[in-house]
């Protein structure tokens, strides 16, 4: 079955300081990655994907995700976190639209 | 643009009653779908429509739970009878593409609130 972990519920870091937000998944055949944002009572926010092509993709509001097929991971970075970015960050899986238990990232001013 | 529209954002009533949940997707988008978000079980799909014909509907919880898509420009989400355990967040998506679309980003109302007392 096809599957999304984010292994971690909370992640604090300094404004200024690069975030990580992990993502491991569990697909059969190449897999479609997406990774969703969430404010306060809104809906989901698409902030990038990955479909195929260059491990590093580039997607909204200075995020990024690296691809890693040994891994089977497609984690989500930024090189300067900003408190605007506290949120709740979803990782899903396009092949049957499963998405991640959510990782509640805290920006610290 | 206009984004996905949900109504209605709130929604409180009794254990027993009819609830009707609606959605209007973005304007040419193909592909429809309706999850539950809840704390304990997080963003569950519960079925989706590609080009107005239900495609997956293996997460609608029981018979109490039944979704149509009548038209590219609406959906609603009925529960009937509701039960408390029904509270949650609801929330339509819309993604564009044909056959490809789980290639696609999926496009989020703002959701309905829904508490069943």
């Known amino acids: 079955a096809q599957s999304v972990a984010q292994p971690e519920d909370q992640v604090n870091v300094a404004e200024g300081n690069p975030l990580t937000v992990k993502c491991t998944y569990s697909v059969s055949g190449n897999p479609y990655l997406f990774w969703y944002v969430q404010y306060p009572n809104r809906g989901l926010q698409f902030l990038l994907k990955?479909?195929?092509?260059?491990?590093l993709v580039k997607g909204s509001y200075g995020f990024e995700a690296e691809f890693n097929k040994s891994q089977t991971s497609f984690h989500l970075k930024k090189p300067s976190a900003l408190v605007s970015d506290s949120a709740l960050y979803f990782c899903a899986v396009g092949q049957n639209f499963v998405f991640g238990p959510g990782t509640r990232l805290s920006v610290l001013p | 643009d206009a984004g996905v529209i949900q109504s209605p954002r709130h929604e409180v009533t009794e254990m027993g009653q009819e609830v009707t949940l609606r959605c209007k997707p973005i304007s040419g988008h193909n592909s429809l779908f309706w999850y539950r978000q809840t704390m304990m079980r997080g963003l569950e799909l519960l079925i989706y429509f590609n080009n107005n014909v239900p495609i997956d509907d293996s997460g609608m919880p029981e018979d109490r739970f039944s979704a149509k898509m009548p038209n590219a420009s609406f959906s609603t989400l009925k529960i009937q009878p509701s039960e408390p355990r029904d509270s949650a967040v609801y929330f339509c998506?819309?993604?564009?593409?044909?056959?490809?679309?789980?290639?696609?980003?999926?496009?989020f109302g703002d959701g309905t609130r829904l508490s069943i007392l």
């Open positions: 990955y479909i195929t092509g260059d491990n």
């Open positions: 998506a819309s993604s564009p593409g044909g056959t490809e679309y789980s290639n696609q980003p999926q496009h």
